[in-house]
């Protein structure tokens, strides 16, 4: 995926982050999916007063593409920090969200991070799981 585009698709987290519902932990997070369609699903994370029922940014994203019959995905950005304060430089998904990737991503999938288009990095799902239980490689 070339520059320009792991930039744009910052971007969309970072719109997508506004939209975050954290009454709790302040700590606002926003991503977006890219689809290998092209389209683009935002997420951010949704709080809740029962703390199990938060559900993270980047699953939001998953769940409501998914839920449109993608399933097919390129890269997907993830922008976190606390409310009112700078972003963190890299946002990692937690366990949960990394396991929800290797349901419908190969280990080529990039994960987007930064807190600007000057601080970009990039990691791809083999280095940020590796080793991960793959139910079709499993059964065959
Ligand atoms: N959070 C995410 O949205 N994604 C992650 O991968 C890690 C954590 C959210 C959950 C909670 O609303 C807040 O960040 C603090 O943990």
Do not use: D, M, W
């Given at each position: 995926m070339n520059k320009k585009k792991r930039e744009e698709l910052l971007t969309e987290a970072i719109e997508a982050r506004k939209n975050a519902y954290v009454?709790?932990?302040?700590?606002?997070?926003?991503?977006?999916?890219?689809?290998?369609?092209?389209?683009?699903?935002?997420?951010?994370?949704?709080?809740?007063?029962a703390f199990g029922s938060t559900m993270c940014a980047e699953r939001t994203a998953f769940f409501k593409a998914v839920s449109e019959g993608e399933k097919a995905f390129e890269a997907i950005a993830i922008v976190g920090g606390p409310e009112g304060k700078e972003l963190i430089p890299v946002c990692d998904p937690c366990g949960n969200c990394r396991q929800v990737m290797a349901e419908f991503c190969k280990g080529d999938f990039e994960i987007i991070f930064g807190s600007s288009k000057k601080d970009i990095s990039v990691y791809t799902l083999d280095q940020l799981l590796p080793l991960r239980f793959d139910y079709n490689e499993a059964m065959k």
């Open positions: 009454p709790y932990s302040h700590f606002q997070v926003g991503a977006a999916l890219l689809t290998k369609g092209g389209k683009i699903y935002r997420g951010c994370n949704i709080e809740n007063a």
